[in-house]
């Protein structure tokens, strides 16, 4: 990632890295502090969720670079799998404004789930298998339950 951007000219990026989405608003905030305009989201959709959570309704552009399990998001706006065509969006493509939703207080874009939906959404992330092929197993298996 850090060749693709600097071959883009942007070499010195803010830098904050994550390893559970749970930890992203945090340095999403930060990076909103120290006056990011736009942000690269390097994760699946709970990681975007969280990150846009703390950046709607501010200037800060989400960049989305798809690593999760179904990427809705990304793929709903068309964003490409691989990475240097993501960040080439996210330097380059159009910048739109998002509608988002709210529930208990945080905001999103896709859906929120509950009840059977929440259920089949967190083993099917850790599915060997991942992509769409891991959800439609797990929303099967919930099915029957």
Avoid at 89 to 100: E, I, M, S
Wanted: hydrophobic share 40%.
């Amino acid at each position: 990632m850090r060749r693709i951007l600097a071959a883009e000219g942007v070499t010195d990026p803010l830098w904050y890295e994550v390893t559970k989405s749970r930890g992203a608003p945090k340095y999403a905030r930060r990076a909103v502090a120290r006056g990011a305009d736009v942000m690269f989201v390097w994760g699946g959709d709970g990681t975007v969720q969280r990150c846009i959570n703390v950046v709607a309704g501010t200037n800060v552009a989400v960049a989305i670079l798809p690593a999760g399990t179904a990427n809705l998001l990304a793929a709903n706006l068309g964003v490409p799998h691989d990475l240097a065509g993501a960040v080439q969006v996210g330097l380059h493509g159009d910048r739109r404004r998002l509608d988002t939703g709210s529930v208990n207080g945080e905001r999103f874009t896709v859906m929120a789930g509950a009840g059977r939906s929440r259920c089949a959404s967190r083993p099917a992330a850790a599915d060997k298998r991942g992509g769409r092929q891991a959800v439609r197993g797990q929303t099967r298996r919930t099915l029957r339950a």
